[in-house]
């Protein structure tokens, strides 16, 4: 499959991130790491994931703690915040901070990862068509 991604699921709720675990799984997906703490997170961030569900509220650090130093290691990988808050601001400074996008826990939360999935697959695809030979520029100069 052309579209595996790495996942981790970042959440101190563990309901939840068994509950995003199983869904990755059920829909094909079998490269995830779980953590349950921001910190966890962060000293694993050499395995190299592209997709980061981040929960927003966690007891050892905040999701937008984690979610700037994760953008500071590597600005390309996709993170989704995922908050039980029903709060504008909290989502407009998720986007700020350079999250993907910002998921509110309710029941229809996995359909929501299942469109954040397609979106983040259009837009690689996007930026493979409007550089088709950037990763042969990069080769060059290593």
């Given amino acids: 499959m052309e579209n595996q991604f790495k996942f981790f699921i970042v959440d101190d709720d563990v309901f ?3 509950m995003y675990e199983q869904y990755l ?7 995830i790491v779980y953590f349950d703490n921001g910190t966890d997170c962060l000293n694993n ?4 994931p ?7 509220n966690m007891d050892d650090m905040t999701g937008f703690e984690v979610l700037k130093k994760i953008k ?5 990988i996709y993170v989704v915040m995922i908050s039980g808050q029903e709060n504008i601001k909290t989502a407009v400074d998720a986007l700020k901070y350079g999250a993907f996008d910002y ?16 979106n983040i697959i259009k837009v ?3 930026l493979k068509k409007a550089n088709p030979n950037l990763m042969q520029r990069i080769l060059t100069f290593l």
């Fill in 25 to 31: 799984k059920n829909i094909n997906y079998s490269d």
């Fill in 72 to 76: 500071r290691y590597n600005p390309n």
């Fill in 103 to 118: 998921v509110i826990k309710d029941s229809n939360v996995c359909d929501k990862l299942t469109q954040i999935i397609t």
């Fill in 50 to 56: 592209d997709i980061i569900f981040l929960d927003h």
């Fill in 45 to 48: 961030l050499n395995l190299d």
């Fill in 124 to 126: 690689k695809e996007q």
């Fill in 16 to 18: 939840f991130a068994n």
